[in-house]
Nanobody, 125 residues
Framework: QVQLVESGGGLVQAGGSLRLTCAAS????????MGWFRQAPGKEREFVAA????????YYADSVKGRFTISRDNAKNTVYLQMNSLKPEDTAVYYC??????????????????WGQGTQVTVSS
């Protein structure tokens, strides 16, 4: 069992930056692929970024590539999402997720068994 708690969301002006943090419980954190997803009002949840269990592989949605960076610190059971050059269209609730994808792409929500409660990110124009 893994419990995930996100933090770091807030209100920021367009062009600004935020760093989201996801703190995980459980001794097996380092064995999980970690992902970030987001859901804007009236829209479906969408993939943002993912990182493999050792951090050797990262994946990004085209919409955030070059602006967002995912990283993890297995010693601290923590995964981060550094978000730069934020745009109003980045406004959403951001969710952290943990999973062990085998035959499923880490960009799919089906790859993840555990989810956090979400943190709101609002980007004003």
């Amino acid at each position: 069992q893994v419990q995930l708690v996100e933090s770091g969301g807030g209100l920021v002006q367009a062009g600004g930056s935020l760093r989201l943090t996801c703190a995980a419980s459980g001794r097996t954190f380092s064995s999980y692929t970690m992902g970030w997803f987001r859901q804007a009002p009236g829209k479906e949840r969408e993939f943002v970024a993912a990182i493999s269990w050792r951090g050797g592989s990262t994946y990004y949605a085209d919409s955030v590539k070059g602006r967002f960076t995912i990283s993890r610190d297995n010693a601290k059971n923590t995964v981060y999402l550094q978000m730069n050059s934020l745009k109003p269209e980045d406004t959403a609730v951001y969710y952290c997720a943990a999973g062990r994808p085998h035959d499923v792409s880490p960009t799919w929500s089906l790859a993840y068994a555990y989810w956090g409660q979400g943190t709101q990110v609002t980007v004003s124009s």
